[in-house]
């Protein structure tokens, strides 16, 4: 087995060049290997006598996939990929595409998986003359057709995987469980604060988050602030849509949000209608209870936004203080009299109020 730099593979091209041996090239992000990468490789070693497979690095896979990627760190991708006996040779690579790859290892065959469109294969200019591209279709996505399941991909994977998190009430991939600190906490309201509220939203494609939302954000973390959401979902109750469509579309919000890194420590949520008569629901105070005892919100120095009434009389069972924001419903419910202690056109706006009167 090769050494695992690009110079290193270099020099072993050379070796096998002067063997006559005809070189396959191909280049991926291999996070959490799962068996249509081992098929799609063991394909493409049997177009050439040798294989060489070029990994992205852990920098260039954030650029190029952005949260929570990658999963497993560069040096692990590298090992797993390396010890395939279909592969003859990997290294890892920072560049977003395959061009310098190409110039230097003057590949026979350039190959890629079928979910790549010719015109995304920019770098096969820089092929040498008589070398092919071969598309290969990965093995895994035939049977998917076949069985009407979903397709083996690792984005596949790791959203099952995050979406089986947000089931157990914790936000995903947060470090190893640390010990609990106590931590200055903003409470957040879901929809008509951080999104847009349409009835019973729960399409990722209808998410819009407030452009301001970001910023503001931004600011309290830098202040100190941990962010949890508390939000009535009756639309589960009611079977407008499910719990799974509710993880789903905190999931595109996590997303979202974490690629202007802000990080949602929790979700709280009641999935009750009003006529269940609920403890959670609010203006009901149970899910702030829990994030007192379980998510290590300090009550003394936490604050809850939302845009309705029963939001505010929420944060007044609770004990803590609130703030009403003039997006979405804009306090203009009616459902309960009750007086915020201070009114924000948004959220950016309540950040100095925030940052003066709660910590
Ligand atoms: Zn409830």
Known sequence: MSDSTRAKVLELCGLWRRGSKRIAFSSGAFDILHAGHVSYLEQAKKLADK??????????????????RPIIPEQQRLQ???????????????????????LALKPDIYIKAADYSPQKLGSAKFLPLGAKVVIIRLQTEKNAKKTHEQKISSSAIIDKILVSSLRQGHLPLCEAEKEMQFLPTVFLDRDGVINKEIDYLHKAEDLVIYPEVFPALQKLRDLGFQFIIITNQPGIGLGYFTKEDFFRLNLAIFKQLQEHGIHMARVYYCPHTLA???QCRKPGSLLFKRAFNE?????AKSVFIGDRTSDIEAAKRAGIKSILVKTGKAGKDGAFKVLPDVTCNTLLEAVPWIENEVL
């Open 276 to 278: 269940e008569s609920c």
């Open 295 to 299: 998510a290590g919100a300090l009550r």
């Open 51 to 68: 294989l060489v497979v070029a990994i992205n690095s852990d920098a260039s896979v954030r650029r190029l996939k952005g949260w929570p």
């Open 80 to 102: 797993l990929v390396r010890s395939l006996r279909f592969v003859d040779a990997a290294y890892l690579f920072d560049e977003e595409n395959n061009k310098e790859n190409i």
